[in-house]
C-alpha cells in the first residue's frame, strides 16, 4: 500500500513502460479541470451581470413611479385650471346639457 501511494505521488506511473495510459488519463483529468475552471468563470460573470441589471431594473423603477407622481399631478383638475386661467381659458358655469336625437 505504502509502495503504490509512494510511486503515485514521486509520478512514476507517469514513465513506466504502461505510461501512454498513465499520460492519457492525466490529460483527460487536465481537460476536465480546464473545463470546470472555464464554466466557473462563466457563471461569475453572469451573476455580476444579472446584479448589475437588477440595480438597473430598480434605478428605473423608482423613476418609473417618480415620473408617473408628477403626470398624475400635471392631470388633476385644480391644476389644470390654473394652466388655463393663465391662457385666459375659464371654465363654464353652464351645465352640459344632453342631445336627444329621435
Not at 9 to 32: D, E, P, T
Not at 39 to 63: F, M, P, R, T
Amino acid at each position: 500500500m505504502k509502495s503504490h501511494l509512494k510511486k503515485i505521488l514521486l509520478g512514476n506511473f507517469l514513465i513506466n513502460s504502461g505510461a501512454i495510459k498513465g499520460w492519457k488519463y492525466v490529460f483527460f483529468l487536465f481537460s476536465i479541470c480546464l473545463v470546470m475552471i472555464y464554466s466557473s468563470h462563466s457563471v461569475d460573470s453572469k451573476i455580476i451581470k444579472i446584479s448589475e441589471l437588477k440595480n438597473e431594473i430598480s434605478v428605473l423603477q423608482s423613476s418609473f413611479i417618480e415620473n408617473r407622481k408628477k403626470a398624475m399631478k400635471l392631470k388633476m383638475e385644480s391644476n389644470v385650471a390654473i394652466q388655463m386661467k393663465q391662457r385666459g381659458i375659464k371654465s363654464s358655469t353652464i351645465p352640459p346639457q344632453k342631445i336627444i336625437i329621435d
